[in-house]
C-alpha cells in the first residue's frame, strides 16, 4: 500500500504555487492603490482652452516624470468667463491649487484678497525685475504669481495670397490700407480678418498692438499713468483715426463675426490679413484646415505712421501661474512652481507652445522660424505693453470694458475718434491712481 501512494502523483505544489501568485497579484495591487490614494492631486486652473492638448500630452506628463508622486489636471474655462468665475471659486475656497493669473491689474485683486500665496525669493531666482512686474505689488515687495510666457503683436499674411497679387508687407499706414484696398478689389478674398462681435479684438489686438506707433509707446503710456498724458492727445487720436478706416476692408458680416469665425476666415484662405499675435502660430498652424491645406504664413510689423519713425512693438507678459492660499497641498503646488522656473521647462514651453515665450532668464533655442522672426522685432523696436494693463484698469466703469465699447464703435463708425477720445479720457480721470 505504502508502494502505491508513493507512486501516486504529487498534485500540492501547482495549487500553492497559483495561491502564492494570486496574493503576490493581491499585494501588488493594493500597492499600487495605495500608492495612487497617496499621490497629491493638483488643479490647474486656466483660460486657455486652446492649450488643453499641449497640457495633457507633454507639460504635465513631464513635470509627472520628475515628480511621480503628484498628479496634475489642467481645467480650462471659456476666456471671458474666467475671471469671474475664478474670483468666485477662490472666494469659497473651490478653485483648484494653481491658477492662471492675468498680467498687472487682472491679478491684483486676487492678491488684494488674500486669495494668492506670496513667492519666496528662491522660487523668483531666475526671473529679472521687469519680468516679475506685472505680478508684483506696487512697492516692489511681494510677487504672488510666478512669471511665465510674453506674447508679442504682429500682422500675420497670407503669402501666397501676396504672391499672387505681387504685394510686399507694407510699411506705412498708407501702404497698408492701399494693400488691403488692392486686395478687395481683385475678387472674393476679404483683405483684412477681423470681427467685432467678441469685442476684444478691438482693443487687445488693434489698438493696443497696432496704437503704439502713433502715440509713441511706453513714454506715452507712462505719461497716462503719472498724469502727464491724456487720452485726447493727438497720438491717441490718430490710432483711432486710423482704425476707423479699416471697417471697407473687412468683412460684410463682421459685426456678427467671433474671433473663432475670423481664425477659421483666414485659416481656409479666405482673408488675407489677420491681426493677432504670436499666440496665434500654433493654432495656425495646428487647426484641421491647416493640416488639409496649409497656409504660408507671413508676419509684419504693425505700420508706422511715417517711414523712418521709431517703431514700437506691444511685447506683453500674457500669463503667471500662482498657488492658492487655501490649497490643502501648498507643498506639491511650489514644487510645481519650482519646475515652471527651471531650464527644463523654459525649452519646453518654447518647443510645445510656439509664439509664447518665457519670461525667465534660460537661454532657449526658439525653432520656429516665425517666432524667431517676431522676436528679431525687439532688435530694432522699442517694447511696450498693453496701454491700459498696469493701474490703467483700477477705475470704475472698467478701463477695459470701456475701451472695449469704443473701439468697437470707432471701428463701425460709429462715433468719431474724436468722441472716442473724449469718452475714454473722461473714465480715465476718474482713476484714483493718477498723482
Not at 496665434?280 to 498652424?285: G, K, S, T
Request: aromatic share 10%; net charge neutral; hydrophobic share 40%.
Amino acid at each position: 500500500m505504502a508502494s502505491l501512494l508513493q507512486l501516486q502523483p504529487h498534485t500540492h505544489p501547482r495549487p500553492r504555487t497559483s495561491r502564492v501568485l494570486r496574493l503576490a497579484g493581491a499585494w501588488l495591487a493594493l500597492s499600487m492603490m495605495a500608492c495612487t490614494a497617496l499621490a497629491q492631486n493638483l488643479v490647474i486652473e486656466s483660460w486657455r482652452k486652446d492649450d488643453q492638448l499641449f497640457w495633457d500630452k507633454v507639460l504635465i506628463p513631464a513635470f509627472q516624470r520628475q515628480h511621480p508622486g503628484i498628479r496634475l489636471s489642467f481645467r480650462a474655462e471659456e476666456p471671458l468667463a474666467y475671471d469671474a468665475r475664478l474670483e468666485s471659486r477662490l472666494s469659497t475656497r473651490r478653485a483648484g491649487d494653481l491658477v492662471f493669473c492675468r498680467p498687472f491689474d487682472g491679478s491684483v485683486r486676487m492678491h488684494a484678497k488674500g486669495y494668492l500665496l506670496p513667492l519666496k525669493a528662491q522660487e523668483l531666482e531666475h526671473f529679472s525685475p521687469q519680468a516679475r512686474q506685472a505680478w508684483t505689488t506696487d512697492d516692489g515687495q511681494t510677487t504672488y504669481c510666478l512669471p511665465v510666457a510674453y506674447v508679442m503683436h504682429g500682422l500675420f499674411y497670407n503669402k501666397k495670397i501676396f504672391k499672387d497679387l505681387n504685394l510686399q508687407p507694407p510699411v506705412t499706414v498708407e501702404e497698408f490700407l492701399h494693400l488691403l484696398g488692392r486686395i478687395g478689389a481683385a475678387g472674393n478674398i476679404t483683405p483684412l480678418a477681423l470681427g467685432t462681435a467678441d469685442m476684444w479684438e478691438s482693443t487687445q489686438v488693434v489698438f493696443t498692438g497696432m496704437g503704439p506707433n502713433f502715440w509713441g509707446g511706453e513714454k506715452a503710456r507712462l505719461g497716462l499713468i503719472r498724469g502727464t498724458a491724456k487720452f485726447t492727445d493727438p497720438g491717441f487720436i490718430k490710432a483711432w483715426e486710423m482704425m476707423a478706416r479699416l471697417k471697407p476692408h473687412m468683412h460684410p458680416r463682421q459685426n456678427d463675426m467671433s474671433n473663432a469665425d475670423i481664425q477659421l476666415l483666414f485659416a481656409t484662405g479666405h482673408a488675407a490679413v489677420y491681426p493677432t499675435g504670436s499666440w496665434d502660430i500654433d493654432f495656425l498652424r495646428s487647426t484641421s484646415f491647416a493640416y488639409k491645406k496649409p497656409i504660408d504664413l507671413g508676419v509684419f510689423k504693425p505700420p508706422l505712421e511715417k517711414a523712418g519713425q521709431t517703431c514700437h512693438i506691444s511685447v506683453h507678459p500674457d500669463f503667471g501661474i500662482g498657488v492658492n492660499r487655501n490649497s490643502p497641498n501648498q507643498a506639491a503646488a511650489l514644487k510645481f512652481i519650482a519646475w515652471l522656473g527651471s531650464a527644463d521647462f523654459a525649452q519646453l514651453l518654447t518647443d510645445t507652445l510656439t509664439g509664447y515665450f518665457p519670461l525667465s532668464d534660460h537661454p532657449v533655442k526658439v525653432h520656429d522660424p516665425l517666432g524667431q522672426e517676431m522676436l528679431n522685432w525687439r532688435q530694432e523696436c522699442q517694447d511696450t505693453i498693453r496701454l491700459n494693463a498696469q493701474k490703467i484698469n483700477r477705475v470704475w466703469p472698467s478701463m477695459e470694458e470701456e475701451l472695449w465699447y469704443a473701439n468697437v464703435k470707432v471701428i463701425n463708425q460709429d462715433i468719431t475718434p474724436e468722441q472716442a477720445a473724449r469718452h475714454i479720457q473722461g473714465v480715465h480721470e476718474k482713476n484714483s491712481y493718477l498723482p
